[in-house]
C-alpha cells in the first residue's frame, strides 16, 4: 500500500490550494477510510479532515470546518483536500492517510501513511 500526496506550495493568505493524495494497493481505497493529518516541526500531528470508505460521512477539525472540503475521486483512487481562505496558522506539512472504516479523528487510528506535502501560507 502506497499514499503519494502532491500540491503543497507558497500561497499568500486568503488564498487557495488543493492537496491530493493517491492512493495504490491492495483494495484499499474502496475500503479504507481516508484523512488529512498536519504537523508542525516538533509538534505532534493533528487531524484535518476525514472521509468515510463509501464518501458518506465527513469530520472536519474545528479550526478548519467551512474552510476545507475533503473528497474522494473513486476513478483515480485519489482523496482530496480543497482548502480555501488559507491563513498563516494553516502552515505545516500535510499527511494523508488510510486506515479502518471507524472515522477516526486519531492518528493512531490510520496504519498508512503518505510522505507528506509542505503548506506554506504568508501573511
Known amino acids: 500500500v502506497q499514499l503519494q500526496a502532491s500540491g503543497g506550495g507558497l500561497v499568500p493568505a486568503g488564498g487557495s490550494l488543493r492537496l491530493s493524495c493517491v492512493v495504490t494497493?491492495?483494495?484499499?481505497?474502496?475500503?479504507?477510510?481516508l484523512a488529512w493529518f498536519r504537523q508542525l516541526p516538533g509538534k505532534e500531528r493533528v487531524f484535518v479532515a476525514a472521509?468515510?470508505?463509501?464518501?458518506?460521512?465527513?469530520d472536519y477539525a474545528g479550526s478548519v470546518k467551512g474552510r476545507f472540503t475533503i473528497s474522494r475521486d473513486e476513478g483515480a483512487n485519489t482523496v482530496n483536500l480543497q482548502m480555501n481562505s488559507l491563513k498563516p496558522e494553516d502552515t505545516a506539512i500535510y499527511y494523508c492517510?488510510?486506515?479502518?472504516?471507524?472515522?477516526?479523528?486519531?492518528?493512531?487510528?490510520?496504519?498508512?501513511w503518505g510522505q507528506g506535502t509542505l503548506v506554506t501560507v504568508s501573511s
Open positions: 492517510a488510510a486506515g479502518p472504516p471507524v472515522l477516526s479523528t486519531n492518528a493512531d487510528g490510520y496504519e498508512y
Open positions: 494497493g491492495d483494495q484499499i481505497f474502496t475500503l479504507a477510510d
Open positions: 472521509i468515510s470508505w463509501d464518501s458518506d460521512r465527513t
